[in-house]
């Protein structure tokens, strides 16, 4: 045996040395990815559990109706609060934050009398529903929910 034997060995070593670390270095990324998804679905499911958003008032100039409501849950981002009226997309508001306790009026502007439901649906995916009365200047809240998705499984 000569050189070449010793040679053919040293590279069929080497790229059984390159294809470990190329599979260990694939491994640790999707396992790192699988942990990441994890925690945030861990996360979500804590925010389902610690949230609440509840109405504090309805009021109407006539035309606009003001909906103040409060946050009676955990801090929830409000990034793209998406706002049904009557079950048709309304409008997408771009708060911030909500932080626990503070109280956030939305004005919405020319609402008819009548009965009306209004869906708040927030980043986490939980739902304030609320219907409302509306007559001239006067409005009375007859519902409110909170509901959050449960799993799928």
Same mark, same amino acid.
């Given at each position: 045996?000569?050189?070449?034997?010793?040679?053919?060995?040293?590279?069929?070593?080497?790229?059984? +040395?390159?294809? =470990?670390?190329?599979?260990?270095?694939?491994?640790?990324?999707?396992?790192?990815?699988?942990?990441?998804?994890?925690?945030?679905?861990?996360?979500?499911? +804590?925010?389902?559990?610690?949230?609440?958003? #509840?109405?504090?008032?309805?009021?109407?100039?006539?035309?606009?109706?003001?909906?103040?409501?409060?946050?009676?849950?955990?801090?929830?981002? =409000?990034?793209?609060?998406?706002?049904?009226?009557?079950?048709?997309?309304?409008?997408? +508001?771009? #708060?911030?934050?909500? +932080?626990?306790? #503070?109280?956030?009026?939305?004005?919405?502007?020319?609402?008819?009398?009548?009965?009306?439901?209004? #869906?708040?649906?927030?980043?986490?995916?939980?739902?304030?529903?609320?219907?409302?009365?509306?007559?001239?200047?006067?409005?009375?809240?007859?519902?409110?929910?909170?509901?959050?998705?449960?799993?799928?499984?």
């Amino acid at each position: 045996m000569g050189f070449s034997v010793s040679a053919s060995a040293a590279i069929i070593f080497i790229s059984f +040395l390159i294809a =470990a670390s190329t599979l260990y270095t694939a491994w640790d990324n999707t396992y790192t990815a699988v942990q990441a998804a994890r925690e945030d679905w861990y996360n979500l499911k +804590l925010s389902w559990v610690h949230s609440r958003v #509840e109405i504090v008032s309805i009021t109407s100039d006539g035309v606009n109706v003001t909906v103040d409501y409060i946050n009676n849950g955990t801090t929830l981002s =409000a990034r793209h609060l998406d706002i049904f009226r009557d079950g048709v997309y309304s409008s997408t +508001l771009d #708060e911030d934050y909500l +932080l626990p306790g #503070e109280v956030n009026g939305i004005v919405h502007s020319d609402v008819s009398d009548g009965d009306h439901v209004f #869906e708040y649906v927030f980043d986490n995916g939980c739902i304030l529903r609320f219907n409302f009365t509306k007559s001239g200047t006067s409005v009375t809240l007859n519902s409110q929910q909170w509901y959050c998705p449960t799993e799928v499984g």
